[in-house]
């Protein structure tokens, strides 16, 4: 699996972001499918998926000519572990700041 860099890297890309939001929505799609409605070539579209199975969070399976895409649960695991590491760090933040704002109010 890729570092969470890579991870984030590959979903800056406007593109790469919606193939990702769109095999969630629909699951395993083929490389053609995928690309529809982006406006760009075939090429470009394998360089996208490319860099997001790099990142590791597709897969890509063949069957017959076709290449089919799916997510792989464990680069979005990644990245949400890493989320919910951040929202705890800034809750107990938040709450350490409101702890000392409520001793402050108690004073006056």
């Known amino acids: 699996m890729a ?3 890579q991870t984030f890297s590959a979903l800056s890309d406007p593109v790469r972001f919606a193939m990702v939001e769109r095999l969630l929505a ?3 799609l083929p490389a053609g ?3 529809e409605g982006f406006g760009i070539s075939a090429p470009a579209v394998s360089q996208h998926l490319g860099v997001l199975r790099e990142a590791g969070l597709v897969n890509r399976r063949a069957q ?3 290449r089919l895409y799916s997510i792989r649960p464990e680069g979005l695991l990644a990245v949400a572990n890493w ?3 951040a929202r705890r760090f800034w ?3 938040l709450d350490r700041l409101e702890h000392v704002l409520n ?3 108690d004073r006056k």
Do not use: I, N, V
Request: avoid cysteine; glycine fraction near 10%.
């Open 91 to 93: 809750q107990a933040s």
């Open 103 to 105: 001793k402050e109010t």
């Open 3 to 5: 570092a969470l860099p």
């Open 33 to 35: 499918r995928l690309g």
């Open 64 to 66: 017959a000519q076709q």
């Open 26 to 28: 629909e699951g395993e």
């Open 83 to 85: 989320a919910d590491e």
